[in-house]
Every structure is written in structure tokens, then in C-alpha cells.
């Protein structure tokens, strides 16, 4: 959807880098009334003002607006939407920052977010050090830009667990989004041993019977640049064609070159139909097919393997603290929703124990159905019953650029989320 103002906007010359990042912002959020109203506020993401658009599946939406933009951008969506307009937060992207990423050779700790190196090696040296029980591992394939997908298996006796009913976790498929693969990480220090030691008593039994898969950054190529170019890059790192495809006659684009496609649209569940832009551009744009990202392939091709044994799909995503049940295309509940309704509140209860912090559960599509989401895929194809997303913390004072003083404590109530999960599955998955 391509989005025509003459107020006072224009064009990106290039999507590329955007220069906010090292500039003063506000966020700006209104509450859409319905997904056509969002459907067109995503429209607006194309405009040199709107540097990011954020929607979150209860119905509210996010604007990231340079500063001396910010009146000319409330003047907009009150005379296009008629909507009461609320200030977020303020800030600058660029000090928000500073001493948050750990280093390319960084020694790994919960107290930053590390680059991709350093989690590959504390993976690496995890396995090492547990060998009984860890065991690493390369997905097939490298991504566009030459990156590996590196997962464990964490079980009991775990080079004999392969006949194990099997959980898988993942994080990272939105490049933004840092506490995702931080907190997947912890709750692969949790299941070792490293932490949350009191509850050994209930991990120890679960390593027993299952079989844990776990793969804490499963859109690398984006997530490296995230940290060496664009802090607020969602998506991957392929080239997806011209700007509402308008090519030139040599080949090349008129208005901009566009790069990335959204990983969490590219799957094959109700793809390309909902909650999309065919705008290669565009934060939620598809791909031109199902799968067509080598990293969706890649993670698609690994769970394949797994049909029938997987009995759990998690995958952690950021912001909003919700707790996603299936399914995301569609607003009509599913057969097993009433077991959905009920591992949701236990979930979100348990996750509420420690720290008070407070999700909620809801059916994925919520105000806004989204096609082509991992979770919907691995409902369908794999026929697991429990397939759930987790929206991490928070609710939007920080969004994506939460403080890494929050990644143990995101990390600690979503261990106790998780044990409460898995106590819920459905009884022929357990």
C-alpha cells in the first residue's frame, strides 16, 4: 500500500539507513479501532517522517517519529484517523545504546546483548561443559549472507534422546528484537543448571522425558546488522526488489532499492493474504513465495524432521507481554481452543508470580490477522496442538530497545512461564 501526503512528507531516498538513529524521537501511539484502520497506518511507514511503524496484536500502534517531525505527524493521523493520539516516550536512539551491545568478542553475561559470535561461542563452551545433557548443532544450510543457524538439544543422557518427545524453543526471527535470543539463552542457562538452581527439582524430571530443542537466533543475517548498522531492522538481509516494483528499463530501481523480507510472513500457513504489503519495502512484506528466505527454509527443513516426535512450539518475539494462542490468520477459534484458553492462563499466572509483571493471553490474530506466521505453520503442518509466541517485555516505555537490566528478570519469569507450559500440554502431547 503506497500512501500519498501532501502535508508536508516525502520519500525515503533509501530505506537502507535511516538517519533517526542518531537523532532525537518520540513514539507516538494510538489505538486502532480495526485491521483495515491498521492495514492503513502500516501504509504510512514509507514516509520520510514515520521511521517506524510497530503494531502489536492488542489493537495498538507505535509511530517512531523524528523529533522536529512530531506535530506534523499528530496533524496527520488526527485528520486521516480521528484518533486520540497518546506520547510514549522520548528519546535518542544512538545514546540508548551506548554500552548495551557487548562487543564481537565480548565475554557473554546477562548484563548486555551480545553479538551473534558470542552467543554461538557460549553455546559452544555450554555443550562442553555439560556434555551429558547438551549437545550443539548446526542447522542445514547458511542464510544469504554466509551465517550458520546453531541450536542444542539439551535431555538427559542426550545422545540417546532421540526417541524422546521433543520441545522446541526459538528467538530471534525479528532482528530488533535484542531480549528475544537473551532470554532464550537464559532459559537454556536455566535447564543446565547455570541458573534458577532452586527449580532443579522440577527441571530435572523434564530433562528425563523430553527432549529439548532450542535455537536462540534464528535470523542471524539481520541480527548482525542490528548491531553494526540499524538497530531497528526487522527483517532479513536479501535483496526483494524495487519499491512497489517500479524498475527502470537498465534493471535498477526508480525510488529505492529494498532489502529483507518479514521472516515471521514468509511461512506457509494462510501466506501472503492477511496483515501483508506486497511492497518489498515494507516492514511486513512476505517474500515473492512461502520459504523463499534461506533461514525460514532452513528452520522449516529441521522441524520436518521432528513430525511426530514434537509435542511443544514456542517461539519468543518482542514487545507487548502477551502470551499468543493459536492462531494468527484468523479470529475463528480453533477446535482446541478451549485447551489453548486454559495453558494461556496458566501461563501468564506464572509468569505474574515472581516479578508482578503482567501478560496477557489472546488469540494470535487479535485485533490483527497476520498471514504466514511460524507458529500457525507449526500448527498445521507438524499438528501440534500447542503452538504458541510469546511477546516479551514491555509494554512500550523502551520497546525494542529494552535495558539489558531487564534481561534476567524477562529471563527468570519466562523459565517460570515455561515450566507452567509444559505442565499444561495437551494430554496426548505429554
Known amino acids: 500500500m503506497k500512501?500519498?501526503?501532501?502535508?508536508?512528507?516525502?520519500?525515503?531516498?533509501?530505506?537502507?539507513v535511516l538517519s533517526y538513529e542518531n537523532e532525537n524521537y518520540e513514539i507516538l501511539r494510538v489505538n486502532a479501532k480495526d485491521a483495515k484502520q491498521v492495514d492503513e497506518m502500516l501504509g504510512l511507514e514509507t514516509l520520510e517522517a514515520i521511521e517506524d511503524v510497530v503494531v502489536s496484536k492488542s489493537g495498538t500502534v507505535d509511530f517512531v517519529v523524528r523529533e522536529e517531525k512530531v506535530e506534523g505527524v499528530k496533524q496527520l493521523l488526527r485528520n486521516k484517523f480521528g484518533l486520540n493520539i497518546q506520547l510514549l516516550g522520548t528519546g535518542n536512539v544512538k545514546k540508548a545504546l551506548e554500552n548495551v551491545s557487548g562487543g564481537e568478542d565480548s565475554v557473554f553475561s546477562y548484563t548486555a546483548y551480545h553479538r551473534l559470535g558470542t552467543i554461538y561461542k557460549y553455546l559452544e563452551a555450554i555443550a562442553n561443559q555439560y556434555p551429558d545433557i547438551v549437545e550443539l548443532f548446526t542447522l542445514t544450510g547458511k542464510t544469504y549472507e554466509g551465517r550458520e543457524i546453531k541450536a542444542v538439544k539439551i535431555s538427559r543422557d542426550v545422545s540417546n534422546s532421540d526417541s524422546k518427545p521433543l520441545l522446541w524453543i526459538d528467538g530471534g526471527i525479528h532482528a530488533r528484537e535484542w531480549i528475544s535470543p537473551a532470554t532464550v539463552?537464559?532459559?537454556?542457562?536455566a535447564l543446565?543448571?547455570?541458573?534458577?538452581?532452586d527449580l532443579a527439582p522440577k527441571i530435572g524430571p523434564l530433562l528425563d522425558k523430553y527432549q529439548f530443542v532450542i535455537a536462540p537466533?534464528?535470523?542471524?543475517?539481520?541480527?548482525?546488522?542490528?548491531?553494526?548498522?540499524?538497530r531497528l531492522w526487522r527483517k532479513t538481509r536479501k535483496p526483494s526488489g524495487c519499491e512497489?516494483?517500479?524498475?527502470?528499463?537498465?534493471?535498477?530501481?526508480?525510488?529505492?532499492?529494498?532489502?529483507?523480507?518479514d521472516p515471521n510472513r514468509n511461512w506457509d500457513a494462510d501466506w501472503g493474504k492477511h496483515g501483508v504489503s506486497s511492497n518489498p519495502c515494507s516492514l511486513v512484506y512476505p517474500g515473492s513465495a512461502p520459504?523463499?528466505?534461506?533461514?525460514?527454509?532452513?528452520?522449516?527443513?529441521?522441524?520436518?524432521?521432528?513430525?511426530?516426535?514434537?509435542?511443544?512450539?514456542?517461539?519468543y518475539h518482542s514487545y507487548s507481554q502477551l502470551f499468543l494462542l493459536p492462531l494468527g490468520y484468523t479470529m475463528k477459534p480453533p477446535p482446541d481452543h478451549e485447551h489453548h484458553?486454559?495453558?494461556?492462563k496458566a501461563v501468564v499466572a506464572?509468569?505474574?508470580?515472581?516479578?508482578?509483571?503482567?501478560?496477557?493471553?489472546m488469540i494470535s490474530a487479535g485485533l490483527y490477522p497476520a498471514s504466514g506466521d511460524s507458529a500457525d505453520w507449526a500448527y498445521h503442518a507438524l499438528s501440534i496442538s500447542d503452538a504458541y509466541t510469546f511477546e516479551l517485555r514491555d509494554t512500550g516505555k523502551h520497546g525494542f530497545v529494552l535495558p539489558p537490566e531487564q534481561i534476567v528478570e524477562s529471563g527468570g519469569e519466562n523459565v517460570d512461564g515455561l515450566l507452567a507450559l509444559i505442565d499444561n500440554l495437551a494430554t496426548d502431547n505429554k
Open 3 to 16: 500512501v500519498h501526503c501532501a502535508l508536508f512528507l516525502i520519500l525515503l531516498a533509501s530505506a537502507e
Open 185 to 189: 539463552m537464559y532459559i537454556i542457562d
Open 192 to 197: 543446565v543448571g547455570n541458573h534458577e538452581t
Open 217 to 230: 537466533c534464528i535470523n542471524p543475517d539481520g541480527y548482525e546488522f542490528t548491531h553494526t548498522t540499524k
Open 244 to 261: 512497489e516494483g517500479e524498475e527502470n528499463i537498465y534493471g535498477g530501481c526508480f525510488s529505492q532499492n529494498c532489502w529483507g523480507v
Open 291 to 315: 520459504f523463499d528466505q534461506l533461514n525460514t527454509a532452513a528452520v522449516r527443513d529441521q522441524l520436518l524432521q521432528y513430525k511426530g516426535r514434537i509435542k511443544l512450539y514456542v517461539t
Open 341 to 344: 484458553t486454559a495453558v494461556g
Open 350 to 361: 506464572a509468569i505474574k508470580e515472581r516479578y508482578g509483571t503482567e501478560y496477557t493471553p
